[in-house]
C-alpha cells in the first residue's frame, strides 16, 4: 500500500477542447510548489492529479497543505492507493484507517466508481466494507447522517483509494493560463486581497509600489516587499517594481489645486503603470478599489482615473466589503502586514477636502496646470525592481 495526495480538479475539469492546456500549466505549477519535497510522480486522469512520493521522506501532510494552496485544485486529500481487487481492498482499508477511527465513535463509507464496469456496485461497497470494519473496530459504530469520519473508496480505472475526506482547495484556474497583469500595490489591506483574486483567475502578475521618499520610509518600502512574499504562494514569483512619486507630488502640491490631488496622482500611477505594462507586455493593470470606499473610488473617481488608461484596469473587490476584504486578507496572511502603521504616498499630501464627484475636464484642466511629463520620464527611468521567487 502507498499514500499519494489526490488533487481534484475545479473549474479545469469543465474546459472542454482546451482542458489539457489548462491541466499541463496545473502540473507545472503543482511541481514548482511540491517538487522541493522530493521526488514525486505525477498523473493525470479523471480530472485529478495523482502525486506518488517515489521515496519515504516525503513531509506528505507539507505537500497536502502546499497542494491547497495552488489554484485550479478544488480539493485535495492523502489517501491510500490499493489494489482494486475488492478482498485485498478491505484488508488495505482496515488497516489504513486505523488512525482516523481511533478517536471517534461513529463512522460511514461512502463510495465513489469513475470505474462503471467494477463488480460491485456504490451501495454494495460501503455495505459490505462497512460491515468489515465493524468486525475489525468494536468501538465503533454506523450513524450515516453526523458521521464521526467518513471512510472515503473511490474506484478509478488503475487503482482504488481509500482517504477519510476531501479538504476544500484554492479553487480558481491555474496561475499563467489567463495572461498577464500589472498590480499597483499599495502597502494598504486592499491591493494584496485584489493580486490573490486575479491569480486566482489564472492571471500572472508583476508588481509596482509607488514611494516617495523621503516622506515615504524604508519600512514602507520593505512592506510592499513582504506582502509580494506572502502573495507569492498564491501568485507565483512576483517582479516587483518600485516608483518614486516625490517630485511628482511635490510639483502637484505647488501647481495644482489641492482638491484634485488624490485624483490626479491616482491617474498618474495608471499612467506610469501602463508604460511598465507596455515595456513588459503585459495585457491589463489590477487596483484594489472597491465603489464608494474613499472620495478616490466614487464612480465618478474611478471614471477619470479609467480616462487615462488604454488597458483594461482590473478591480477584483469591486463588489466587496472591507469586512469581507479583511476576511480574505487575514486568509492569505497580508492582513497583519497591511496594518502596519507606515505612511503611504497617497497619504502624505491628502487633500482636506477632495472632490467626490469630479468631473473629468476639470480634472484634466487641474492636471495641465504643470507640465508633469518629464518627471514621469525621470520617475521611469530610476524605478528599481527587485525579483520575489517563490
Ligand atoms: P489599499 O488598501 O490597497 O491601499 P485603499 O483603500 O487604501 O487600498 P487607495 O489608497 O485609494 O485605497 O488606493 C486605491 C488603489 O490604488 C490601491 O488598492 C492600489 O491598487 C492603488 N494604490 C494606491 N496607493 C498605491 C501605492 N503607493 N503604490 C501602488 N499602488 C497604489
Ligand atoms: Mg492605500
Redesign the pocket.
Known sequence: MKEVILIKEGEIALKGLNKSGFEDAFIRNLKRRLNPLGELDYKKAQSTITVSPRGEDVDIDEAVSRSLKVFGAAAVCRAAAVPKDFEELCGFAIDYIGEAVEAVKTFKVEAKRADKKYPLKSPEICAELGGRILNAYPHLSVDVKNPGVIINVEIRDNNAFIHAGNITAAGGIPVGTSGKAL????????????AYMSAKRGVRLW??????PPY?SER?KLK?ERLCEKLSVWCGSITLFY?S?TEVQEAMRENCPEEFQ?LL??RI?VDI?QRIAEQYELQAL?????IG?????TMHAIACTDAVSRYPIFRP?IGMD?IE?IKLARMIETYDI?VEPYE????VFTPRHPKIRPVLSEVEAAQSKFDFEPLIKKAMDNIEQKRIIL
Not at 470606499?293 to 473610488?297: E, G, L, N, P, T
Open positions: 498590480i499597483l500595490l499599495s502597502g494598504g489591506i486592499d491591493s494584496p486581497v485584489a508588481a509596482v509600489h509607488f514611494e516617495s515615504t514602507a510592499a516608483v512619486l488624490t496622482l491616482r500611477m503603470a489590477v487596483t484594489g478599489e472597491s470606499q474613499v472620495a478616490s473610488q473587490l472591507k476584504i497591511s503611504d504616498c497617497c497619504t
